[in-house]
């Protein structure tokens, strides 16, 4: 069962940066086969996918991020990353890194991390 453990979240001014990291642990096969992704949810609201890395290394954003926070990883370290910058208030909620062997169609129905909260102060 892969283990999923997010870090870097942390309170900042609006405008300001962020480092979000991801590390995997006892995962089946080879770190490089999964598809990866970061979400995010606030209370009330429903969980949204901000960003993916597919298996190849293609990403992709959803609209309210896109051109503010960049999507990587590192497979010799089993770590993805988010860095956001130009973070908004609005921003403000946690975050959740996910993972998926191969099938990135089903990114979110796999395995979660516990989730690392960003706080964006005007």
């Known amino acids: 069962q892969m283990q999923l453990v997010e870090s870097g979240g942390g309170s900042v001014q609006a405008g300001g940066s962020l480092r979000l990291s991801c590390v995997a642990s006892?995962?089946?096969?080879?770190?490089?086969?999964?598809?990866m992704g970061w979400f995010r949810q606030g209370p009330g609201k429903e969980r949204e996918e901000i960003a993916r890395?597919?298996?190849?290394?293609?990403?992709a954003y959803a609209d309210s991020v896109k051109g503010r926070f960049t999507i990587s990883r590192d497979i010799a370290k089993d770590s993805l990353y988010l860095q956001m910058n130009s973070l908004k208030p609005e921003d403000s909620t946690m975050y959740y890194c996910?993972?998926?062997?191969?099938?990135?169609?089903?990114?979110?129905?796999?395995?979660w991390g516990q989730g690392t909260e960003v706080i964006v102060s005007a």
């Open positions: 006892k995962y089946a096969g080879s770190y490089s086969d999964y598809c």
């Open positions: 996910a993972a998926v062997a191969l099938d990135c169609s089903r990114l979110g129905l796999d395995y």
């Open positions: 890395i597919e298996v190849e290394g293609s990403t």
